[in-house]
């Protein structure tokens, strides 16, 4: 009794352990990390205007490769744009391209090597590039129309959950050349960024956006429209963005770059006291909104210069106007006039006030907010205060 005892805890040992052995091979692995981005290539061949930043986004991204483990190759020479060729690289970086640069060949290597999954990065005139090549204009997700002069404007990071701006302050601030595109990319892409057109003159899209993402054709594909001067490339702010677009576009690193739904963009206006969003959605204007989630709750506010702004309603395009200051303020004027002027007050609390130019008077939220605004007030009290939320 005792040795069949002893044989059987055996075999059932020599079992078990046979079991472990099989299930060490027949296991699933654990997930693989992302490679790692190890070749990048940069091309900045010019065919229109060419910008003197070229050879300092060429020095940050090889700087970018230096710490981060990838080499950088910089080329003009469109005959590198080969299937074979451009098989070795993760990602393709246009840096301020202009005008036709690749020949019908090079467009047809390109384009199946982003079918391939590889990445694409298109930094400021990327957009002024290739017009007649509408695979391209898909990829880059808008061209250029225009420019005014360089100047300081407010970026409004619309998405920081990602690798390219997760690092970036909500609302951030620079000088650049701000684009203007011949199309509003928003439809088709992820917006990451874009441009509060009240902070700087020559902006003529109303919604702007300015930095995006979006998987195309089989790979993937970021665009920034900053990066005209030669400081932008020193900036940490951007070229840690850079080293987001570079890492996500070479599938090193995820990021959620579907097109959102039903995005809304614009300031919205809260009444201090009862924290309700202004609203066009009844027709006058009224702080009733319980969230900020459509465009009747948002605004473009125009900077008129000398304290004064004007308030264009996203949900129409019309202009809030107060009347002569004795009725409800709407959103229902296609120019701006003295009815549709507002000196913009900051309270030492934070919050802001508005004074219509037509009367001298106050913007309240009339009935302690059940009522429609109206510019009634001779004096700043706790109702007419209000909060700008981006």
Known sequence: MCGGAVFKRLAAGLFGLVVLVVAAFVAPASPAAAAPVTKVLVFSKTAGFRHSSIPNG???????????????????????????NLAQYQ????????????????????????????GYVGIHAAADTEYSWAWYGGLVGAYFASHPAIQQATIRVEDRSNVMTSHLPADWTRSDEWYNYRTNPRPNVRVLMRLDESTYSGGSMGDHPISWCQQYGGGRSFYTGLGHTEATYAESNFTRMLLGAIQWTGGAQTATCTPTTNPVSGTSWRARVNSRFVTTSAGNLIASATTASTNNERFDIVDLGGGNVA????????????GTGTTALIANRTTVGPSETFARVTNSDGSVSFRAQVNGRYVVAENAGAAALIANRAAIGSWEKFDLVN
């Open 58 to 84: 060429i020095a940050a991204i090889q700087q970018l490769g230096a710490a981060n483990g990838f080499t950088v190759t910089a080329t003009e020479d469109a005959a590198q744009f080969t299937t074979a």
């Open 91 to 118: 990602v393709v970086v246009f840096l301020s391209t202009t005008g036709d640069v690749l020949n019908a060949a090079q467009q047809t290597a390109f384009e199946s090597y982003i079918a391939s999954g590889k």
């Open 311 to 322: 308030f264009r309603s996203k949900a129409n395009g019309q202009y809030v106007s107060a």
